[in-house]
């Protein structure tokens, strides 16, 4: 958790701030942020978005996000940032209540994809936007089994990080029509190898 707060800095000069904008851009109305961590998407979000509610499992993370959002908060901007306690699996939202849900960097760690897709498409109303920004399983043959031979390490070693996921399948799977996505290699770290990553955007069917 510390060492991803204390590299987030550094990955948004890489690129990564470039991706959160491209990430949003075009939300409007009320967002569910889900896995919020430090609290990197708070300053991307456009004007016309009106309410985040960015929710986080983690108490230091959660605490790094409050200070992210007092900031967002305290200058104007048109969005109001809450920061509360929660998990992906269980939403403190009503059902069929927001205009968007935003996950980046969030499903690879999830315990279950499709619990997590099946809740987001929960509290979004028909037709609401889901944007996603993750990493992926390699579509190179030999990359995506090295990525399957180390996820069990990887998993244990990173907060339950899995590099091989198929999101894009299963946010088809979980019922989503899914209307834009951009792949490609991204190295979040000068010694990372270029990783296979998606930005994308689907719509509760
Ligand atoms: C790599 S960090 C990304 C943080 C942030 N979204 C960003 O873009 O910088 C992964 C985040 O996923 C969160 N996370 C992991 N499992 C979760 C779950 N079951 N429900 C909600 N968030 C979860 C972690 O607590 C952490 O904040």
């Known amino acids: 958790m ?51 509610l960015a929710v986080e499992p983690d108490a230091y993370f959660r605490d790094l996000a409050v200070g992210a959002a007092d900031e967002v908060n305290g200058h104007g901007g048109t969005a109001r940032v809450a920061v509360v306690a929660g998990d992906a699996d269980a939403l403190p939202v009503g059902t069929g209540s927001v205009d968007a849900v935003v996950f980046s960097l969030v499903l690879c760690s ?16 028909p037709g609401g936007a889901l944007r996603f920004y ?13 990525e399957d031979a180390i996820t069990p390490l990887w998993r244990r070693a990173a907060a339950n990080c899995h590099p091989n996921r198929d999101t894009v399948a ?31 955007s689907a719509r509760r069917a």
């Open 2 to 52: 510390k060492n991803y707060a204390r590299l987030a800095p550094q990955m948004d000069a890489r690129g990564v701030a470039q991706h959160r904008a491209e990430l949003v851009a075009g939300l409007a109305g009320s967002v569910v942020e889900v896995g919020c961590g430090p609290g990197g998407m708070f300053r991307h979000y456009p004007a016309a978005v009106t309410s985040v």
């Open 110 to 125: 999830v315990p279950d994809l499709a619990v997590a897709l099946t809740e987001a498409r929960r509290v979004l109303r």
């Open 134 to 146: 993750e990493h992926v399983r390699s579509d190179s043959r030999i990359l995506g089994l090295i």
């Open 170 to 200: 299963a946010i088809r799977a979980a019922g989503f029509e899914v209307e834009a996505v951009r792949r490609f290699g991204f190295a979040p770290a000068p010694i990372a190898p270029g990783i296979a990553h998606v930005i994308g």
